[in-house]
């Protein structure tokens, strides 16, 4: 004899998907690629749906992500970060980030931030641990991960900053 009925079962089956479901990291926007790319660990060709926390890698092609809350921003080629729905850690590479409103993008232990919400700024990250940060279009803002002000720069403005060896914070940083 049959010990669930029909309706049981798909009532247990409903409250699992659900309760999956919830459970699952929301959306936070899509990325596209003229190539190949890497979502956690996955090979992935042409688009997919970005969620809270995921890390893109980029390989010969750049990636160009747009994010629900209006946020764009191009991984240029060999470029990897983890985004998050108001963020993206940039851990290797070149990203550039445009519409930016109060989008941060954290390269080392520094916060950049585009000062009005039409601005654009492009964050590199070099092999010897150098970020550079470019005001493209509108003001920047760099600050230390304590929230100390680093530097403010005017549209059309670079800064280099150098690690200092051993610590958590940039010793050097030069205004181009």
């Known amino acids: 004899m049959n010990r669930f009925s029909v309706q049981s079962q798909i009532a247990l089956i409903l409250a699992v998907n659900l309760s999956l479901g919830m459970a699952a ?3 936070v926007g899509i ?3 003229r190539g190949s790319f890497t979502i956690d660990n996955s090979s992935i060709a042409g688009n997919a749906t970005l969620f809270e926390g995921s890390r893109i890698e980029t390989g010969i092609a750049s990636s160009q992500l747009q994010l629900n809350n209006g946020a764009r921003m191009q991984l240029a080629a ?3 970060g983890i985004i998050y729905r108001d963020r993206l850690v940039l851990e290797k590479g070149v990203s550039q980030v445009y519409n930016a409103g109060k989008f941060l993008v954290e390269a080392n232990t520094l916060q950049i931030r585009p000062g009005d919400g039409n601005g ?3 964050v590199s990250i070099r092999q010897s641990g150098q ?3 470019a005001a493209i279009m509108g003001p920047v803002r760099v600050t230390s991960a304590n929230g100390v002000l680093l530097a403010n720069l005017q549209e059309g403005k670079t800064v280099d ?3 200092e060896s051993g610590s ?3 010793s ?3 205004i181009v």
């Open 25 to 27: 990291a929301p959306a």
């Open 168 to 170: 958590a914070g940039p």
């Open 78 to 80: 060999q470029s990897r």
């Open 31 to 33: 990325v596209t690629a």
């Open 172 to 174: 050097s940083a030069t």
């Open 161 to 163: 900053f150098t690690p």
């Open 120 to 122: 654009s700024t492009q």
């Open 131 to 133: 970020v550079q940060v």
